[in-house]
T-cell receptor, first 109, second 117 residues
């Protein structure tokens, strides 16, 4: 079983729509969680950390469910510039990051 | 945020030759850097952890004699792909952790797209 699993998508949504997707992780000892964004042929960039109580950053909302070992990301009022691959990233306590394969989101005009 | 610079951004080489990729932390010191490889439509896979002044730690299945890592200073780690073959063609990317306003964050180099012909 992969350490981090994501629905690859693609999620094709119109501008202004809301899109949400999850990822699951296998290691219950995982300590910290992140969503990274990766544009085509570019390096990943941190979108937001995910906290136990859930957190919001503008149009982006992240949730963590430790009991079920899944993380979610919701994008409201999606923009064309939100088109990217979103990587779910999980960290144990040894500073090694485990990456999901990514969920592709395409926002159309 | 912190800046990690990776060079070259792309390289094409002949089968059997060696390629060196550099990863620099520009505005912070990194005692540890990480090297990843990403095949199309797949996740980043950690290859090795580069430790300044000591040997790198390789993940299971990664040949240490093929992927040579040197971390001679607090701001530079290099990955050398020796005797490259077409199956080594991939996107190689380095990372270092630094303190940011949100805590400790992983910053990535721009990546190196290696094509072996």
């Amino acid at each position: 079983r992969k350490e981090v699993e994501q629905d690859p998508g693609p999620f094709n949504v119109p501008e202004g729509a809301t899109v949400a997707f999850n990822c699951t992780y296998s290691n219950s000892a995982s300590q910290s969680f992140f969503w990274y964004r990766q544009d085509c042929r570019k390096e990943p960039k941190l979108l937001m950390s995910v906290y136990s109580s859930g957190n919001e950053d503008g149009r982006f909302t992240a949730q963590l469910n430790r009991a079920s070992q899944y993380i979610s990301l919701l994008i409201r009022d999606s923009k064309l510039s939100d088109s990217a691959t979103y990587l779910c990233v999980v960290n144990k306590n040894d500073y090694k990051l485990s990456f999901g394969a990514g969920t592709t989101v395409t926002v159309r005009a | 945020g912190a800046v990690v610079s990776q060079h070259p951004s792309w390289v094409i080489c002949k089968s059997g030759t060696s390629v060196k990729i550099e990863c620099r932390s520009l505005d912070f010191q990194a005692t540890t850097m990480f090297w990843y490889r990403q095949f199309p439509k797949q996740s980043l896979m950690l290859m090795a952890t580069s430790n300044e002044g000591s040997k790198a730690t390789y993940e299971q299945g990664v040949e240490k004699d093929k992927f040579l890592i040197n971390h001679a200073s607090l701001t530079l780690s290099t990955l050398t792909v020796t005797s490259a073959h077409p199956e080594d063609s991939s996107f190689y990317i380095c990372s270092a952790r630094a303190i940011s306003r949100g805590g400790t964050e992983a910053f990535f180099g721009q990546g190196t797209r290696l094509t072996v012909v």
